[in-house]
């Protein structure tokens, strides 16, 4: 700027004094040797040589006022400084903002696929949020609502959650390609605007886009400092003219806000979750068989992708449905209960069934919620059913972990399993108004495996949960209670007849595998 201003000045300069110098000529030939006519009067000289310097100075002024900015700007010699550039995003660290490819076919999944596809055309000041447990298959969703609106033609931007300074860098970047000028960002970067407040006034103006942020799972580091995403002041906020759909495992709904539309998933029921074995392994078995290996696995779709692989891969020691549901009831463990070496790695255990609730866990123990992880393990040591929650007390949980807590830090513990999706509701209503609490049947084994790997000796968690089922029942007699509803809650917890060789709910040594009516939901 400062040398396009020193041109403009010396242009006007040189402009002005070659019409000076032009005229000069005249008065030359009049001071020396011929006089024109016209010059011969004093009247008419005078002011011309007037006139010439005033448009000089005009000139000069003109120059000053373009070097300064604009008109409003005061006559100055001295440029305006230049903005500091807006450094180039760091495209080598972010990666593509393509989807991934959508499996083949999805299935049991048309009611959530269909309410999106209605988000996505009409958005009405709302964003979506998929959420479940892990394994449930909310990036499965996800890609196949990418791939339909591809072929609807829209612009589909795809950001893997890592951190928010990536996840603002990635939104930059889908803002610039649906137009944001680079004006902007040179405002933003000179600390004259909010980036986020840019980025969200060019997606609200833009039509015809999903961004799907994936496994945003870690909700209290994505809002800004202080606050949560509910406030709608970062980098997510329900303001687009497109759709913003983010998949988490966080279910609150005050985590997200009113202006969230929660899609809550449920794992797949037998004949959905059947179809998804037959597609991935057509060769193992009939449809029954892949049904009822199905509801064995309680519909979670990644444990019956886990499944498919296993089966279709060539040096696996069952080929059949039939045979892995007869292997698991023995060789659980080995199975989907296998160890892996890169289990320290996030986006690996995600894909395992021996590792992908610890990563939840792991999540409330750095929210400050640290009894959640015994509050689980204690859980899955019940028989497989719908626990009352009159059961778990403060006294249970000490003599099982001596570990003293107060009632305010039970109920954190069990709001934060909720919310995390690793409790649920019975398929089927229970009886009567007894608050229960239910796992789902692979949580239940895999979390009992993971707890009897950590601490061999569980005898102190099996007398405690004992003492407390007989107290339970003790108060149950003393109260001279006839409703039959807490009686069947608590039968199949209770203590086996002497002589079984059983601890009360199956608790003698890893889960053995049995289905129940009582599915998670």
């Known amino acids: 700027m400062r040398r396009r201003g020193a041109s403009r000045l010396g242009a006007a300069i040189a402009g002005a004094l070659a019409v000076v110098t032009a005229a000069l000529g005249p008065v030359t030939n009049y001071a020396s040797a011929s006089v024109p006519s016209w010059a011969q009067s004093p009247w008419v000289v005078w002011p011309l040589f007037g006139g010439l310097v005033l448009v000089g100075i005009v000139l000069v002024l003109l120059a000053r006022r373009l070097d300064g900015g604009g008109a409003d700007a005061a006559p100055s010699l001295t440029p305006v400084p230049p903005l500091t550039p807006v450094?180039?995003?760091?495209?080598?660290?972010?990666?593509?903002?393509?989807?991934?490819?959508?499996?083949?076919?999805?299935?049991?999944?048309?009611?959530?696929?269909?309410?999106?596809?209605?988000?996505?055309?009409?958005?009405?000041?709302?964003?979506?949020?998929?959420?479940?447990?892990?394994?449930?298959?909310?990036?499965?969703?996800?890609?196949?609502?990418?791939?339909?609106?591809?072929?609807?033609?829209?612009?589909?931007?795809?950001?893997?959650?890592?951190?928010?300074?990536?996840?603002?860098?990635?939104?930059?970047?889908?803002?610039?390609?649906?137009?944001?000028?680079?004006?902007?960002?040179?405002?933003?970067?000179?600390?004259?605007?909010?980036?986020?407040?840019?980025?969200?006034?060019?997606?609200?103006?833009?039509?015809?886009?999903?961004?799907?942020?994936?496994?945003?799972?870690?909700?209290?580091?994505?809002?800004?400092?202080?606050?949560?995403?509910?406030?709608?002041?970062?980098?997510?906020?329900?303001?687009?003219?497109?759709?913003?759909?983010?998949?988490?495992?966080?279910t609150g709904p005050h985590v997200w806000g009113d202006r969230a539309e929660l899609l809550r998933l449920r794992p797949l029921d037998a004949p959905a979750g059947g179809r998804v074995l037959l597609d991935a392994a057509p060769g193992a078995g009939t449809p029954e068989e892949a049904e009822a290996l199905a509801n064995r696995l309680g519909g979670l779709p990644l444990a019956l992708r886990a499944v498919a692989k296993y089966l279709t891969g060539r040096t696996g020691r069952y080929r059949t449905f039939r045979a892995y549901q007869e292997a698991l009831e023995r060789d659980l463990p080995s199975l989907l209960g296998a160890e892996d070496p890169n289990a320290a790695d996030p986006e690996t255990a995600r894909q395992l069934v021996r590792h992908t609730w610890e990563l939840s866990l792991d999540q409330l123990e750095s929210e400050g919620v640290p009894l959640a992880r015994p509050l689980l393990r204690l859980l899955a040591l019940f028989a497989e059913a719908p626990i009352p929650r009159s059961l778990i007390t403060r006294d249970l949980v000490r003599d099982a972990t001596g570990q003293a807590v107060t009632e305010a830090e039970l109920d954190r513990a069990l709001a934060g399993l909720d919310r995390y999706d690793l409790l649920g509701v019975p398929e089927t209503p229970v009886s009567g108004d007894v608050p229960v609490l239910v796992l789902h049947p692979l949580v239940r084994e895999i979390t009992a495996l993971a707890h009897s790997a950590e601490a061999p000796d569980l005898s102190a968690w099996h007398r405690a949960i004992a003492t407390r089922l007989a107290i339970a029942a003790d108060e149950f007699r003393d109260a001279g209670r006839s409703d039959r509803s807490t009686v069947r809650l608590l039968t199949p917890h209770l203590p086996p007849p002497p002589g079984s060789g059983h601890r009360p709910g199956g608790t003698d040594g890893p889960p053995d595998g049995r289905t129940t009516s009582h599915r998670y939901g």
């Open 87 to 250: 450094p180039p995003l760091a495209a080598s660290r972010l990666g593509s903002l393509r989807p991934p490819p959508p499996p083949e076919h999805t299935r049991g999944r048309d009611p959530e696929l269909n309410r999106l596809e209605e988000m996505l055309r009409r958005p009405n000041g709302r964003f979506a949020v998929l959420c479940a447990a892990g394994g449930v298959g909310k990036t499965t969703i996800a890609t196949e609502l990418a791939r339909r609106a591809e072929r609807d033609g829209y612009a589909v931007f795809w950001i893997r959650w890592r951190d928010t300074v990536s996840l603002g860098e990635q939104l930059t970047q889908v803002a610039v390609a649906c137009g944001l000028p680079e004006e902007a960002l040179r405002a933003a970067h000179a600390g004259r605007a909010s980036l986020p407040d840019l980025v969200w006034e060019r997606l609200a103006r833009t039509r015809k886009w999903l961004v799907v942020l994936d496994n945003a799972d870690r909700t209290d580091a994505i809002g800004p400092q202080s606050e949560t995403v509910a406030h709608y002041r970062g980098w997510i906020r329900p303001d687009g003219g497109g759709l913003l759909l983010v998949t988490s495992r966080d």
